[in-house]
Every structure is written in C-alpha cells, then in structure tokens.
C-alpha cells in the first residue's frame, strides 16, 4: 500500500506563513491527482486545493491568492504554501493521494491514500 505523512503544521499568529509538507512512500508506480483538505471536528473535511501530474491547480474560494499548492514528482511529494494565515484557517489538514502501485506480487493495484493529519492553529 502507499502511506502518506505530513509535516510542517503548528502555532502561527495571524498573518503569519506555514508551508506543509507531504511524501508517499511505498512501492509507487504512479501518483496522479494530490491534495491538500481540512476538517473541523465535528464538520465535514473541505478541499484547499488540488494538483495534478501536469501542474494544473484548484483552490477553495476561501484560499485562493494566499495559498501555493506544488508537487515534486521525483520525490512523490506535495507542499502547500499558507501565506497570510488567518484565525479561520485554523484545522487539522489532511493530504490525499491517488495513482497506482506494485502490491508484493508486482501487480498493479489503484490507490487512494490519506494522511495522518497535521493540525495548523492560527492565534488572532
């Protein structure tokens, strides 16, 4: 299977920067689409933003003109710039990942994997 495991969050005051981090590992054949969501206990998770294999990008309305999504294909790895953070974004951010992989029998398998979570608490 693939994992995947973020890095970077934490205690920023308001408009202050924090950039994320996210590598997959395992026996990766192909990533295609990475993203980045948040969630609220309680609510459901939202998209923040999304990027394929060629670059292209989506971002939440709310996030758009603060936030940089990019990817590093060679080391299977999405990062999420947050520039001017406010006291909303504050949430656990989860990073998604499809594409496909070997399972131990050098077959071919889809996937489609979340991290673990990495809480990022913007102070006013």
């Known amino acids: 299977q693939v994992q995947l495991v973020e890095s970077g969050g934490g205690l920023v005051q308001a408009g202050g920067s924090l950039r994320l981090s996210c590598a997959a590992s395992?026996?990766?054949?192909?990533?295609?689409?990475l993203g980045w969501y948040r969630q609220t206990p309680g609510k459901q998770r939202e998209l923040v933003a999304t990027?394929?294999?060629?670059?292209?990008?989506n971002y939440a309305d709310s996030v758009k003109g603060r936030f940089t999504i990019s990817r590093d294909n060679a080391k299977n790895t999405v990062y999420l710039q947050m520039n001017s953070l406010k006291p909303d974004d504050t949430d656990v951010y989860y990073c998604?990942?499809?594409?496909?992989?070997?399972?131990?029998?050098?077959?071919?398998?889809?996937?489609?994997?979340w991290g673990q979570g990495t809480q990022v608490t913007v102070s006013s």
């Open positions: 998604n990942a499809d594409g496909y992989y070997r399972d131990d029998l050098l077959r071919v398998n889809s996937f489609d994997s």
């Open positions: 990027i394929t294999r060629g670059g292209s990008t």
């Open positions: 395992g026996n990766i054949v192909y990533i295609n689409a």
